[in-house]
């Protein structure tokens, strides 16, 4: 994927035009560029897997073995090294990289493509094969569950509709809570960017059932969290006597 940045390709151009001249026989220079261009295009060539690799990066994975390879040629560069030990030495450079790449892959893969474990998880991620950039849906059940709140009456209530993976989605529009009632119906209580509800100096009346949505801009809710509300009674704060203090001792007169 590393040859779908731009960078990648201005550096293999100048490695082309400005380096090679001076160091490698020009006779050398066709067949010696065909060989860089195809082992950078071969990094695309990992075992699909799906653990370790899809066919597709992000745009942060991207970035970091684009990064690293072009800190490895010009590090090479500035050696100033010709002939056949320059050739050796950019070609097992270009395969450590290519591993190198493989551990970035395999831990997005593992790690940031398609987080979610429930709801739609909207990614811009670059294709290898055409380096064609889409935004991914990765679908899951939009119902992430219910959860049960308890708060004792005249405390504040805190409903949090945010998972791990929201920050890291794109799409994603309002948070919009609502409060369900019995009969099937529900009232909308908050619409907005902020992930939680507080209601202060809850009362026996709040008791009950509440939704969280989370919109996106497919028109379709990208999590679903219900929650059931319990209100304890009271918390009765106990006050401890303050123990007598003997300041001082009566003499009589």
């Given at each position: ?52 690799y ?6 942060a ?23 056949d ?12 990289q ?15 493509y ?6 739609v ?69 908050s ?15 709040d ?24 209100v304890?009674?009271k ?8 123990p ?10």
């Amino acid at each position: 994927c590393v040859i779908c940045d731009p960078s990648v390709v201005l550096a293999l151009k100048s490695l082309e035009k400005d380096y090679l001249p001076g160091h490698l026989d020009a006779k050398h220079h066709k067949a010696m560029m065909e060989r860089v261009e195809n082992a950078v295009k071969d990094f695309q060539e990992l075992s699909l897997n799906e653990d370790a690799y899809m066919g597709v990066v992000d745009e942060a994975t991207l970035q970091k073995g684009s990064w690293s390879l072009l800190k490895d040629l010009k590090r090479i560069t500035d050696s100033d090294v010709k002939g056949d030990l320059f050739v050796k030495e950019l070609f097992w450079m270009l395969h450590l990289q290519k591993e190198t790449f493989a551990t970035y892959v395999a831990r997005f893969q593992k790690e940031a493509y398609c987080p979610n474990k429930c709801g739609v998880m909207l990614q811009t991620l670059i294709w290898c094969k055409n380096c064609k950039k889409e935004v991914h849906a990765c679908r899951k059940s939009y119902d992430c569950g219910e959860r049960n709140v308890e708060v004792p009456q005249m405390e504040d209530m805190i409903l949090d509709c945010e998972l791990n993976w929201h920050q890291a989605s794109e799409g994603l529009t309002d948070y919009s809570f609502y409060r369900v009632w019995g009969n099937n119906t529900e009232t909308l209580v908050s619409k907005g960017k902020e992930a939680t509800l507080t209601k202060p100096m809850v009362g026996p009346e709040d008791a009950g059932s509440y939704r969280c949505e989370l919109g996106s801009v497919n028109s379709s809710p990208a999590t679903i969290i219900n929650f059931h509300v319990t209100v304890l009674p009271k918390m009765i704060k106990e006050e401890k006597p303050s123990p007598n203090i003997v300041t001082g001792r009566l003499v009589p007169r």
